[in-house]
Structures are given as structure tokens and as C-alpha cells.
């Protein structure tokens, strides 16, 4: 019997006969095992697919993302602190587990640790008595989730910090951590290590060996002994990584084996070279992309109206659940010690589209064949891509490179994504793969792509045909893949995006033509029986405009879409640089353009003529939005002048957390600012770069 065509389907009566030809046949030896393969707690662990991530602290109430280390711990008070309404947040989202900031980089601790003062211990919070970390454990085990223990290294408050002593600390509150709280399934080490920091009131840098100094050999094998099913994750594992940005995506090409000797937490050029995995990879280290439903990781009231929209969050799935990565998504907990509402309705919306994107699997029940089996054998058909069984696979016989499945649906069937898996216990194999479909007769090419590893996820137009091909076309030995799956995704009715140029034209912009979209100017909430848009229209002051996407077919609709737009900069310009064609990119309003200040240019700062005199009360920056973003500015003076020639300081400071979170800063000065000249001068570059790069600069007036 020739095992490349069978059907997902078998007739009752046929089944003894094909059972009866099999069992003549003896099965080939499985493949054998390439490069380095998953332990059995990270498959586990890769398997959970999305989770939670909680930051909160003493920063959720300083309205901070790195806090100094000198926060009075008596700011911590949160009067409706509900750890079961996280869980149960989290549940009802899909996720599988949460991950809480035990202590961040300010040094506070939300459990009372014996071995510091600075812990909700010397908060109001309970009269002193509370233990954060118990709750949310005690919820986690109510709600059936996962717990996991974020823990920095960085300590800014601790005064023994980048001395030995500080490690001996360190251990001991892990110890702490993971001696007291039950199971814990990921254990988070940040890769931000060293800077400037409170360090017990001596005010001071220091800096540390990232390589050495925490001796991480001997923490992770204490680590093993007390929480040994855990995964370890930091930049450079050893069980986990960080997929090199905090977008949440990962890569076209994601490879699960890493080059972890060469790598370690905080090393500057791991983004760049190593996040995405290598095919000669020595250790298996899978990515975790990590992202927060708003701009930052702490909670600012000020982004209430900015958690990300449903498209950006199935952006953000598709890119990485679907590019063979994890998902770690950031609630950032507010000061009432509750997930915040919005964030709740944009998670359950988000639960409910992923519901919706896999509700029906069309690939079973249909023929399905392969170019080549493995010795021709039941065990390896092309059948157990679509048995549901994830520990059966379909391979090829050793030596094949290329290799092919064929999904015949019988009749035109319209669907736009794809799922497949490979069977990783055997290791990551298939370099790269194609999508072809069957339309009247004729095979037509939709794409090619990269990796496959854990699961890849492609979202597809709207395609409609009577079959659809997989082709491995590249890879490091013979093919193994688990899982094929195929599914119509229904019409993404999702917030617009709503865009204005430096001319003052405002634009409403969404992918699919057949949904219909309706705003307001005035502070309104929207409704279809507001003003429809049709065209562009100009904005010159301060405004905000509030968009709902709806579907006429199905009366779904959006939630508002709110985009505030102060001042525009039709008569702006660079001064001493007017001529200049690139110097214009700062003040376009697009931030897909960048403007790139050389050591000179920094030193005297950027000018910007509004000209005319404003009343300011603070300003915008954004920083490179590209891919691998670069130029980064961390440390600034700002000024403002009447006249362009006598400046006030309107304001100097750090933009925390920006390299790894390059989102737009906003400033807000003391006291508003009366002027008509501003000069945005950088002071210190990240990853200590010689050219400073400007996506945008604006300003705020109310």
C-alpha cells in the first residue's frame, strides 16, 4: 500500500483491510534526533503558549518606570488591591499563568522580606502585615494559572549593590521567593543591570561585570534545587530568552537553538545578533516575546486611552505565538491594585477574536497526501498532520530536503490562515517553506516564509480554492511535521488608524474596504449616526478625534478610537537647517522618517521656529520606530525662547526605560512656558552611540 495518499476519513468497512496490509509492513526506525532538543519542562512550558505578565510596585504609585531607589515605601497603598480579580482577569483572557514583579530595579519588595526594610512591610497597605506574593499565589492555585517570579537584579535602592555582598543578598531573597510560594513556573531575570541609582543614599553610577558578577551558575543551580521544574529566563536562558524587543514580535526566521555560550543578560549587542536564534544553535533556548498592552509597564493614568488596539494585539499574536515564540503580556496593575477596566474589555475582545480566527478547522475530514514517507509506512503519513495528535508526525525518509503535503478539499472552500507545527522533540529542522493553491485547475503561489519550529501562524487574504500544497524547501535534515491546520478567519472589525500629516490633513486609515468608520471632533463618544468619514479633512489646533470602525453586514462595531492632536506643524521649521531636506523629518509628523543629529549637531541642539509665540506646557519626543532601532536618546535639556538667542531650561531628565521600550515620552514642565523657539538638546546616547536620532518632536500645549 502506498502510504503518500491516504484520507483523514476511513470508511468502517474498509478498516480491516487497510489494517490488515499495514501490519505486513514493518516500520522503519523513527529519525533520530537533531542538534540540541526541548526538556520535557520546556515543552510544558511552550506548550502554555500566553501568559501574563503584572508589573506593580512603588512605581504605580510614583507614576514612574524605573524608579530611583528612593521612593518612600509609605507611598505604596493600593485601598482595592484584588489579586483574585487578576487571576481571574488572566483566566478569562486564555492565558495560562502569571509572571508578578516581585522586586523591579527600585529595590522594593512586594513581600515582607526578612533581609530588607524597604518591603510593603513599612507600608500602610495592610498596616504592614500584607504579603503580596501570597495572594496572588493563593489566586493562581484558585484559578488554576501558572505562578512565575520576576526578580531584578538591579537593585537602585540597596547600598551594597556591585559588591559581593549584594549577590549573597540576592540569593537569599530568591530563596525566599521560591521556598515560600508553591510551584513557580518561570523564574525572570531582567537584562537591565547597573546605572545610576539611590544605593542606600550614596546617589552614585556604578557599574557591574554582566558576565561575572552575579556568578549565575551557581544562582541557577540553587534555583534548580528549589524550584526544579521551573524554567530559567533571561537573555541568555539558560532555559528561555528574551526575543530581543518588547514589541512582542518575533521573527520571519526563529530558531529555537541559541548560541548561548556567546551570550549574556544585558550584553548590548544581543538584539541585534542573537535574539532571533541560530540554526547552528548548541543549546535549546526558545524566545519569549514580551509586550505590554499599553505604551508602558507600570500604570500612568495618562494612557488609559492608549491600550493597544484588538488589530495590534493580533498583530502581536500572530507575530509571536505564530512566529515560534511564547507570549508574555504585560497588565500593568493600577493604583487601586486593580487591572484596569479598559485593559479587561480590550483582553476579553482579544480572547474572543482568537476564538473566533480557530473556530473551524477546515482541514478535517479531506484527502490529504505527501511527496514522500518515511519507508512508506503508516507510522510517518501525511494522516497524523491532521489526527489531532500532537506525539504523531509525518516524515520523510532520511537524506530528503525538499518535500511536499497536499491538502485536497474536494470542492472550492475559501479560507485565509494557516497553521502548522513541527515536531520539535526531534528538534528544529525546516529552514524555510511555500504555500501554493489550486485555483481552476491551475497551482499558484501565495508566499514563502522562513522557520516553522513550535507553530507558525500565516494570516492570508481572502483565498479560495480546491487545494492547498506545503512545500519544505529548505532544511536542515529530513522534515518533521506534527500539525496542518487550515481556517476562515471572519473580518477584523478593529479601531482605525487615525494619522496627520505636517500640513494639519487628517487621514482614517483601515485595511478591510468593507467595514465603514465614524468620528467625532468634539470630545464625543461616537456613534453610526455621527459624521461618516469619506475623505481627509485639516485639524490646526488642539483636538481630539474619537473614530468607531463598524460592519454594516454584521452591526459589529468598535471601541472609540480617541487620538489627541496638539498644535500641527504646518509652519514649523528647523532654524540654521531650512535648507535642509533631511532636517524636516523631525517636524513631519510621520515617524517613519528619522532625523540623524551628528556629535556636532547634538552638542547645539535641535531648533525648532513655530513661527509664532505658543504657550507651552511640555513636549513630545519619539525615538527611531524602525525594526532595530538605533540612536536612542536616553538623557536631554530642553529650552524655550521668546527671542531664539536667550534660552530658559524648561526641563532636563532621563527617558527611563527607553531603549528597550522606544515609545513616544511625553514631558510636562513645572509651569507652562511662553515661546516661540524650543531646543531639544541631547545629552547621553543609549548603548553609548555617536548620532542621536529624532522620529519626532512636538510639543503640548494643553
Given at each position: ?537 485639516e485639524v490646526h489646533g488642539p483636538t481630539h478625534i474619537s473614530v468607531i470602525s463598524h460592519d454594516p453586514a454584521t452591526q459589529r462595531k468598535s471601541e472609540p478610537k480617541t487620538v489627541y492632536f496638539d498644535r500641527s506643524k504646518k509652519d514649523w521649521k528647523v532654524k540654521e537647517n531650512e535648507t535642509s531636506t533631511e532636517s524636516i523629518k523631525a517636524i513631519d509628523d510621520d515617524v517613519r522618517s528619522v532625523y540623524i543629529l551628528n556629535k556636532d549637531e547634538m552638542g547645539n541642539g535641535l531648533i525648532i521656529d513655530f513661527g509664532q509665540q505658543e504657550q507651552l506646557t511640555g513636549f513630545t519626543y519619539t525615538p527611531d520606530q524602525g525594526r532595530n532601532p538605533s540612536g536612542i536618546i536616553t538623557h536631554y535639556n530642553f529650552y524655550v525662547s521668546e527671542n531664539g538667542r536667550s534660552w ?55
Amino acid at each position: 500500500m502506498n502510504y503518500t495518499t491516504i484520507k483523514t476519513a476511513i470508511k468502517p468497512y474498509s478498516i480491516l483491510l487497510t489494517l490488515t496490509i499495514i501490519g505486513c509492513s514493518p516500520a522503519p526506525p523513527p529519525p533520530e534526533a537533531i542538534g540540541p532538543t526541548p526538556t520535557k519542562k520546556q515543552m510544558a512550558w511552550q506548550q502554555m503558549e500566553y501568559y501574563g505578565f503584572i508589573h506593580f510596585g512603588l512605581n504605580t504609585f510614583a507614576n514612574m518606570e524605573w524608579g530611583y531607589g528612593d521612593t518612600p515605601a509609605s507611598v505604596f497603598n493600593p485601598k482595592e488591591l484584588d489579586t483574585r480579580q487578576w487571576a481571574q482577569v488572566a483566566k478569562e483572557a486564555g492565558m495560562k499563568g502569571i509572571i508578578i514583579t516581585a522586586k523591579h530595579h527600585d529595590g522594593f519588595c512586594l513581600w515582607p522580606s526578612k533581609y530588607t526594610e524597604y518591603s510593603i512591610k513599612n507600608s500602610p497597605w495592610k498596616g504592614g502585615k500584607g504579603d503580596v506574593i501570597r495572594e496572588l499565589a493563593d489566586a493562581c492555585k484558585e484559578y488554576d494559572l501558572k505562578l512565575g517570579i520576576y526578580t531584578s537584579p538591579w537593585d537602585r535602592n540597596h547600598a551594597d549593590y556591585g559588591k559581593p555582598e549584594y549577590v549573597d543578598y540576592f540569593r537569599k531573597q530568591l530563596e525566599e521567593l521560591l521556598t515560600q510560594y508553591g510551584d513557580v513556573f518561570e523564574v525572570w531575570f531582567d537584562g537591565a543591570n547597573g546605572g545610576d541609582g539611590y544605593y542606600g543614599g550614596a546617589n552614585e553610577t556604578r557599574r557591574v561585570d554582566k558576565r561575572s558578577y552575579y556568578d549565575w551558575p551557581t544562582t541557577i543551580e540553587m534555583i534548580r534545587e528549589w524550584q526544579p521544574n521551573a524554567i530559567v529566563w533571561s537573555d541568555a536562558g539558560p532555559d528561555a530568552r528574551w526575543v530581543g524587543n518588547e514589541h512582542g514580535f518575533a521573527y520571519d526566521v526563529t530558531w529555537s537553538p541559541l548560541l548561548k555560550d556567546e551570550v549574556y543578560g544585558g550584553m548590548p549587542e544581543y538584539a541585534k545578533h542573537y535574539s532571533m536564534g541560530q540554526e547552528n544553535g548548541t543549546h535549546w533556548v526558545p524566545a519569549e516575546a514580551d509586550v505590554s498592552i499599553r505604551p508602558g509597564w507600570f500604570y500612568h493614568q495618562s494612557e488609559d486611552d492608549k491600550v493597544k488596539s484588538l488589530g495590534h494585539l493580533m498583530d502581536i499574536y500572530y507575530k509571536s505565538v505564530g512566529q515560534n515564540a511564547t507570549l508574555l503580556l504585560n497588565l500593568p496593575v493600577d493604583n487601586r491594585g486593580l487591572v484596569h477596566e479598559k485593559d479587561v474589555a480590550q483582553l476579553r475582545k482579544f480572547k474572543e477574536q482568537i476564538d473566533l480566527d480557530f473556530a473551524h478547522n477546515l482541514a478535517l475530514g479531506n484527502d490529504i497526501e505527501a511527496s514522500q514517507v518515511r519507508g512508506n509506512h503508516k507510522n510517518y503519513a501525511a494522516i497524523h498532520l491532521v489526527d489531532g495528535d500532537k506525539e504523531t508526525y509525518w516524515a520523510t525518509d532520511d537524506g530528503v530536503e525538499a518535500a511536499s503535503v497536499t491538502l485536497n478539499f474536494g470542492s472550492p472552500t475559501t479560507f485565509n490562515r494557516i497553521l502548522v507545527q513541527e515536531y520539535i522533540p526531534l528538534g528544529q529542522r525546516v529552514r524555510s517553506f511555500s504555500i501554493e493553491v489550486e485555483k481552476d485547475g491551475e497551482w499558484k503561489s501565495i508566499g514563502s516564509y522562513g522557520t516553522i519550529g513550535y507553530k507558525r501562524l500565516l494570516r492570508l487574504g481572502e483565498i479560495t480554492a480546491s487545494a492547498v500544497r506545503l512545500n519544505i524547501d529548505g532544511v536542515k535534515v529530513s522534515p518533521l511535521l506534527s500539525n496542518l491546520e487550515v481556517y476562515h478567519a471572519p473580518p477584523l472589525v478593529e479601531q482605525p488608524v487615525v494619522s496627520r500629516n505636517k500640513q494639519g490633513i487628517v487621514e482614517i486609515v483601515a485595511d478591510d474596504s468593507r467595514v465603514t468608520y465614524f468620528y467625532t471632533t468634539d470630545g464625543s463618544v461616537p456613534t453610526i449616526n455621527s459624521k461618516r468619514y469619506t475623505t481627509s479633512f485639516e485639524v490646526h489646533g488642539p483636538t481630539h478625534i474619537s473614530v468607531i470602525s463598524h460592519d454594516p453586514a454584521t452591526q459589529r462595531k468598535s471601541e472609540p478610537k480617541t487620538v489627541y492632536f496638539d498644535r500641527s506643524k504646518k509652519d514649523w521649521k528647523v532654524k540654521e537647517n531650512e535648507t535642509s531636506t533631511e532636517s524636516i523629518k523631525a517636524i513631519d509628523d510621520d515617524v517613519r522618517s528619522v532625523y540623524i543629529l551628528n556629535k556636532d549637531e547634538m552638542g547645539n541642539g535641535l531648533i525648532i521656529d513655530f513661527g509664532q509665540q505658543e504657550q507651552l506646557t511640555g513636549f513630545t519626543y519619539t525615538p527611531d520606530q524602525g525594526r532595530n532601532p538605533s540612536g536612542i536618546i536616553t538623557h536631554y535639556n530642553f529650552y524655550v525662547s521668546e527671542n531664539g538667542r536667550s534660552w530658559n531650561l524648561a526641563g532636563t531628565g532621563e527617558f527611563s526605560n527607553i531603549v528597550n521600550n522606544p515609545i513616544q515620552q511625553r514631558v510636562t514642565f513645572d509651569h507652562p512656558i511662553k515661546g516661540r523657539f524650543i531646543k531639544f538638546t541631547p545629552k547621553k546616547i543609549g548603548g553609548n552611540e555617536t548620532e542621536a536620532v529624532v522620529a519626532e518632536l512636538g510639543v503640548i500645549t494643553k
